[in-house]
T-cell receptor, first 110, second 114 residues
Framework: SQELEQSPQSLIVQEGKNLTINCTSS?????LYWYKQKYGEGLIFLMM?????EEKSHEKITAKLDEKKQQSSLHITASQPSHAGIYLC??????????FGTGTRLTVIP | GAGVSQSPSNKVTEKGKDVELRCDPI?????LYWYRQSLGQGLEFLIY????????KSGLPSDRFSAERTGGSVSTLTIQRTQQEDSAVYLC????????????FGPGTRLTVL
């Protein structure tokens, strides 16, 4: 069974629109990481959340962690073609073991 | 098996020794990635192989780190003269093609340098 579920699996948005990607864990989270994969590149680390209620932003990307719901959301404001890629969440579910979500493929139409 | 496999699962070594970590990607996957995860940190990209092209080594932290991929399949990550800061979980991933395909991760090798 998948310990981290992401939704949606695929997302197509018009440039300028806002969007949200969710990552839900079936187990207690000890840390939540967001990554982005671009064409032909390795995963790029976006941000890490460690405390319930924590919210971090980088440029137009904001991530929040809801510890009680065992869930994190990644929100992109005013999406641009450069935001296109696969977004992957990773979490510390057991000590020092990183588990990954199923990935969300984002397409931004100019 | 159908997934990415890595060996060994755990490796304890003494400072200054060389270590080799192995990754068997999913059959047919042309792209292979190495990452490491240090305690309490996210993944750190190390190196990327795509088919027979020259690998992207931009993430290797020092010249003590090197990697090979033989026959476009199995890959070996070698760390020479290991240091304590090399202690981490080393993860390998593979994907079907260089396009935006999901990366499938192996279980990792936990390296401890004493």
């Amino acid at each position: 069974s998948q310990e981290l579920e992401q939704s949606p699996q695929s997302l197509i948005v018009q440039e300028g629109k806002n969007l949200t990607i969710n990552c839900t864990s079936s187990k207690t989270l000890y840390g939540l990481y967001w990554y982005k994969q671009k064409y032909g590149e390795g995963l790029i680390f976006l941000m890490m959340l460690q405390k319930g209620g924590e919210e971090k932003s980088h440029e137009k990307i904001t991530a929040k962690l809801d510890e009680k719901k065992q869930q994190s959301s990644l929100h992109i404001t005013a999406s641009q073609p450069s935001h296109a890629g696969i977004y992957l969440c990773g979490a510390d579910i057991r000590a020092n073991n990183l588990f990954f979500g199923t990935g969300t493929r984002l397409t931004v139409i100019p | 098996g159908a997934g990415v496999s890595q060996s060994p699962s755990n490796k304890v070594t003494e400072k200054g020794k060389d270590v080799e970590l192995r990754c068997d990607p999913i059959s047919g996957h042309t792209a292979l990635y190495w990452y490491r995860q240090s305690l309490g940190q996210g993944l750190e990209f190390l190196i990327y192989f795509q088919g027979n092209s020259a690998p992207d080594k931009s993430g290797l932290p020092s010249d003590r780190f090197s990697a090979e991929r033989t026959g476009g399949s199995v890959s070996t990550l070698t760390i020479q003269r290991t240091q304590q800061e090399d202690s981490a979980v080393y993860l390998c991933a593979s994907s079907l093609s260089p396009t935006l395909d999901t990366q499938y991760f192996g279980p990792g090798t936990r390296l401890t340098v004493l």
